[in-house]
């Protein structure tokens, strides 16, 4: 299952643009990718992991702005189209199950 977070958080004072990097950071620490700027992707292997991390996501949400948690299974993760300068990238491959590092 995979789980990607999209967010849009207000950055016109000092003080949100570092909370807007801190749930960046955050997200970087639990393990996420970013797949763009404001959308951060990863790979879990069971619900429970999922639920885990979602509540850890919840405790560090900054004050303002918004956040959406949408959760894909594999096979619709594989079906992502994506384009790097009008060139389409080769389809998504979901890990094995039993990769390890």
Do not use: H
Not at 21 to 50: C, H, P, W
Request: hydrophobic share 40%; aromatic share 12%; net charge positive.
């Amino acid at each position: 299952m995979w789980i990607i977070v999209m967010f849009d958080l207000p950055v016109m004072e000092k003080a949100e643009r570092k909370a807007a990097t801190d749930f960046r950071n955050a997200l970087l620490d639990l393990g996420f990718e970013m797949s763009q700027f404001s959308v951060y992707m990863r790979f879990f292997s069971s619900s429970k992991q999922i639920e885990t991390c979602c509540k850890k996501i919840e405790s560090g949400l900054p004050k303002g702005g918004k956040v959406n948690i949408l959760q894909l299974t594999d096979k619709q993760y594989e079906k992502i189209i994506s384009f790097q300068s009008k060139v389409k990238e080769p389809a998504k491959k979901s890990p094995d199950q039993f990769d390890l590092f």
